[in-house]
């Protein structure tokens, strides 16, 4: 009988088989201890030698299998099983030979037929399921032979009922263990399809959030170059080449900040000189309450998308009939952040932004979506001016 090369076997296949293994150690050391008043009454008929060395083997095999079976690595017990097997399987066929001389005390059953069902579950357990059922098959024909073998007075007929009886209780055992470790790879089969589609989403996820983040950093850097291009006339200027640069260096790094948190104050520093850098007319208020530190990818996508609202602030919030003033305020503590970026601008109608507006759908909405905790909020509406809520939570 060749063993199958055993497969990577899931959690709940590899725990379960330990399990079986020590189920057979039990069952057969209790099956040992209950038969051997009536195999100590047999071994007078068998050559010493062969019954005390059979019994043995019988008896210790479960045994082992069971005190290996929570540690031991599974191709040791694959090994173990197999080889209980079918010493098993020799003991029957040997039994007959070993015999002095026909007969048994009061008729009885010759001991191997009550511990069959242990070496035939042994078996189940890390065969294939056609060598399985080879081998019940064959040690029920077996316990048949012997039985009449052993004591030819007892007739054919109480032979074939004992191998019968036992094909039929060693089968009811195999099926219910091939059954067992089929439900247990089931649920590893299960179990992996379930990673392997939780994997596939997030894969998924991640495409879009850099889809994204793409689309954002087009529109606020190349776009604006482009934008600032198509006015010039002539020689491009400082200001167009330095936008130019840094629109460059910003798609080749992908805008990154370092990839270590940063604190609250740095964040504030940094968002501060990111604001004031777009105009001088905007007023920044920040508080930073307690320690707490932000996020690479957290801080960066705030700064983004605070960076975004200023701008479309700038270029398209102004109205003649009076000027128009902008703030943006900042509260940042160890369990999130909160902006507000403010004007009394022109304003639009919040409800129903235009597909052309992709600094408010992109870069500001869209980015912030692809944040754990994050969120914006646009209200707007004609005359009363633009407000730009952006948050992040630490929980």
């Known amino acids: 009988m060749i063993l199958p090369a055993r497969r990577d076997l ?3 296949e590899l725990g379960l088989t330990r399990i079986l293994y020590l189920s057979v150690g039990i069952g057969g050391l209790v099956y040992a201890i209950v038969g051997y008043g009536k195999a100590a009454t047999e071994f007078p008929s068998l050559q010493p030698w062969w019954a005390v060395s059979t019994y043995a083997i019988a008896a210790v095999g479960p045994v082992l299998l069971g ?48 511990l069959m069902a242990v070496a035939a579950v042994a078996v189940a357990i890390c065969w294939r399921t056609r060598s399985i059922w080879v081998y019940v098959l064959l040690t029920a024909v077996l316990s048949g032979a012997i039985r009449y073998l052993a004591d030819p007075e007892v007739g054919w007929k109480i032979a074939v009922l004992d191998l019968s009886y036992n094909l039929l209780f060693d089968s009811v055992f195999v099926s219910l263990t091939l059954v067992t470790r089929l439900s247990a790879r089931r649920l590893d089969l299960a179990a992996e399809a379930a990673r392997q589609k939780t994997s596939g989403e997030a894969e998924a996820s991640a495409r879009v959030q850099q889809r994204v983040r793409i689309d954002a950093l087009v529109h606020d850097h190349v776009l604006s170059a482009l934008l600032i291009a198509s006015r010039a006339d002539g020689e491009p200027t400082p200001a167009l080449r330095e936008l130019a640069s840094s629109t460059l260096s910003m798609l080749r790094d992908d805008a990154v900040l370092p990839q270590v948190p940063l604190s609250l104050d740095d964040f504030v520093n940094r ?20 320690a707490g530190d932000i996020p690479s990818d957290i801080a960066q996508a705030l700064l983004e998308a605070t960076a975004e609202a200023v701008k ?75 407000r730009v809520a952006l948050g992040w939570s630490a929980r």
Do not use: C, K
């Open 271 to 290: 968002l501060r000189s990111s604001v004031t850098s777009q105009s001088d007319g905007i007023g920044f208020v920040a508080t930073a309450d307690g």
């Open 312 to 386: 479309n602030s700038l270029r398209h919030a102004d109205r003649g009939d009076r000027p128009t003033w902008r703030q943006v305020s900042v509260s940042a503590s160890g369990e999130g952040v909160e902006i507000r970026v403010s004007d009394n601008g022109r304003g639009f109608n919040s409800r129903r932004i235009p597909p052309e507006r992709l600094g408010v759908r992109v870069s500001i909405r869209g980015r912030m979506a692809t944040v754990p905790g994050g969120s914006a909020e646009v209200e707007s509406a004609r005359g009363v001016g633009t």
């Open 10 to 12: 899931g959690d709940a």
């Open 67 to 114: 005190a290996l079976a929570l540690w031991a690595p599974l191709r040791l017990l694959d090994a173990l099983a197999s080889i209980y097997g079918l010493l098993f399987a020799a003991i029957m066929i040997s039994w007959r030979p070993a015999m002095l001389a026909p007969g048994l005390p009061d008729s009885n059953s010759p001991w191997t037929n009550d």
